[in-house]
C-alpha cells in the first residue's frame, strides 16, 4: 500500500529540514517510524524501525543473528575445539551445534564451498534441516543416520572450521535502503543534499542503536554500544605485547562502530565475555566526537613507556546541538 497523499504532506517539512541539516536525532527517529510499513522485513531499515518502536530487548534482527552465531562459534571453539574433542553425530546435539551448523554456512566461502563439497549454501542448509530432528523434551538434535553420508559430513566439518566475526551490517546499508524506500514511495527529495547529511544522519543511528539489549537462546543476554575499532591509541613511546615485544600501534582509534558484547557460556569453562563488531561505518571519531571525550593519561609502568589517548563513551550516547557525539548524561546532568 502507497503512502497517502495526507502522509507525503506530513513528511515534507521533516524531509525540509534533513536535507538542510535543520534536524535532531528527534527527526531521524521520526522519518524511521514512518517509513518502517514501506520497508522490507529483511532490510536494515526496518532493523533501525524495529530500535526506535521497540524499547525492550531485542529477540531478532540481522544484529541479534550477528550475536548469536559469534557466540556459538566461541562456544564450539572452548567445547570441542580447543579440548580436542570431534563432535560425536551419534548421540544427542546441543542445539548450539545445530545452529552453528546453519549459521556457519551462511556465513562460509561459497564458491570454495561448490568447489570442493559441490553444495551451495542453499542446498547445504537444505540437507542439514533435513537430516536432524529436534527432541521437542529436552531441546536437543539428533542426526538420522541413513541421510548422513560422507559428503554431506565433509561439508560440516568445512563451514565449521573457521571461526567467522562479521559485522551485521554496514551503515551505508542503511542508507540504502531509506532512499530507495522513499523513491518507491514517491517521495520528493534532493539526493544530492539529502547525500550531504549522511554522516549526520549515521550518526543519530548510532546513538540510537547504543545500549540496546538482546536475548539470546538458552536465557542468554547480549548488548551494544558505541565504540571505536581501537579501545585507545599511543601519542608517543611503545606498549609492551601479551609476548613481552614492544610495538608503537595502535596510532589510530580507526572508526567509529556499534560493538557488540556478550557472555559465553560453556559447560566445563568459567564464562567468557566477548566482544565483536557488530555495525560498521566509515567515520572519524576526532571528527564527530566532542573534544571533551578525549582523554590522555601516561600508561601504567607494566604497559610500557607511552602516552594513551582514550575515548569517554558511555553505554548511552546522544548528540549535542552541534550534531557532535556526547555523552547523554552530559545532556540532562
Not at 513528511?11 to 535532531?24: M, R, Y
Not at 569453562?269 to 560498521?280: D, G, H, K, N
Amino acid at each position: 500500500m502507497p503512502l497517502l497523499l495526507k502522509e507525503l504532506a506530513k513528511l515534507k517539512p521533516t524531509i525540509e529540514q534533513i536535507q538542510a541539516g535543520g534536524f535532531d536525532a528527534g527527526d531521524i527517529d521520526k522519518l524511521i517510524i514512518w517509513l518502517r510499513p514501506y520497508a522490507g522485513k529483511e532490510t536494515v531499515l526496518y532493523e533501525m524501525a524495529n530500535y526506535v518502536a521497540h524499547s525492550d530487548a531485542r529477540d531478532r534482527g540481522p544484529a541479534r543473528e550477528s550475536i548469536e552465531y559469534f557466540v556459538d562459534a566461541i562456544r564450539h571453539f572452548r567445547e570441542y575445539v580447543s579440548e580436542k574433542r570431534p563432535i560425536d553425530l551419534s548421540g544427542p546435539l546441543p542445539a548450539y551445534i545445530y545452529r552453528l551448523f546453519i549459521s556457519q554456512t551462511r556465513l562460509a566461502d561459497e564458491a570454495r564451498l561448490k568447489a570442493e563439497h559441490r553444495l551451495s549454501r542453499d542446498t547445504l542448509i537444505g540437507k542439514i534441516r533435513k537430516s536432524f530432528t529436534r527432541n521437542e523434551k529436552d531441546g536437543t538434535y539428533s542426526a538420522q543416520a541413513h541421510k548422513m553420508g560422507t559428503g554431506l559430513l565433509g561439508a560440516l566439518q568445512f563451514v565449521i572450521s573457521f571461526i567467522h566475526a562479521r559485522e551485521a551490517f554496514h551503515v551505508r546499508d542503511f542508507h540504502k535502503d531509506l532512499k530507495d524506500v522513499m523513491r518507491a514511495q514517491k517521495i520528493d527529495f534532493d539526493e544530492a543534499a539529502w547525500d550531504g547529511q549522511s554522516d549526520r544522519i549515521s550518526l543519530a543511528v548510532l546513538c540510537l542503536v547504543s545500549n540496546t539489549e538482546f536475548t539470546l537462546p538458552e536465557k542468554g543476554r547480549a548488548n551494544c554500544r558505541l565504540d571505536t575499532e581501537s579501545h585507545y591509541r599511543l601519542l608517543s613511546g611503545q606498549r609492551r605485547l601479551p609476548d613481552g615485544t614492544m610495538s608503537s600501534e595502535p596510532t589510530s582509534f580507526g572508526r567509529l562502530m556499534i560493538r557488540g558484547e556478550a557472555t559465553v557460556s560453556s559447560a566445563n569453562e568459567a564464562p567468557l565475555r566477548v566482544s565483536f563488531p557488530l555495525i560498521a561505518t566509515d567515520l572519524d571519531p576526532h571528527e564527530h566526537c566532542d573534544p571533551n571525550l578525549f582523554r590522555r593519561y601516561r600508561a601504567p609502568d607494566d604497559f610500557g613507556d607511552c602516552e594513551l589517548e582514550d575515548i569517554d563513551f558511555a553505554p548511552d550516547m546522544a548528540l549535542s546541538n552541534d550534531f557532535k557525539i556526547v555523552r547523554a548524561d552530559s545532556l540532562v546532568g
